[in-house]
């Protein structure tokens, strides 16, 4: 079994800054991209941010500028820094992964749990 666990969401205000978390643990022989989508309630779960295995990156036209994606390998971490952030942006955000299992070595995409971002105006 694989988890992904985020942190780092909360309250900020407009013109603010957050970074979010997401650590990878359990069976892992590798994962392959990773990336932040976020929903708000009664919308559909859009992508926010990517990045592969090996650091290329791909972003909403909503947040280019404004947002970096990164990651660790050595810590199967993946973050999200957001930066000027609008009221808009206030939503759930979830983490994601492909990941390729130890043993037996399965493909699967996983979710984490979400963590709320709230910014005031």
């Known amino acids: 079994q694989v988890q992904l666990v985020e942190s780092g969401g909360g309250l900020v205000q407009a013109g603010g800054s957050l970074r979010l978390s997401c650590a990878a643990s359990g069976s892992i022989f590798s994962i392959n991209s990773m990336g932040w989508y976020r929903q708000a309630p009664g919308k559909q779960r859009e992508l926010v941010a990517s990045?592969?295995?090996?650091?290329?990156?791909d972003y909403a036209d909503s947040v280019k500028g404004r947002f970096t994606i990164s990651r660790d390998n050595a810590k199967n971490t993946v973050y999200l820094r957001m930066n000027s952030l609008k009221p808009e942006d206030t939503d759930v955000y979830y983490c994601n992964a492909d990941v390729v299992t130890a043993g037996p070595m399965l493909w699967y995409n996983y979710w984490g749990q979400g963590t709320q971002v709230t910014v005031s105006s």
């Open positions: 990045i592969s295995s090996g650091g290329s990156t």
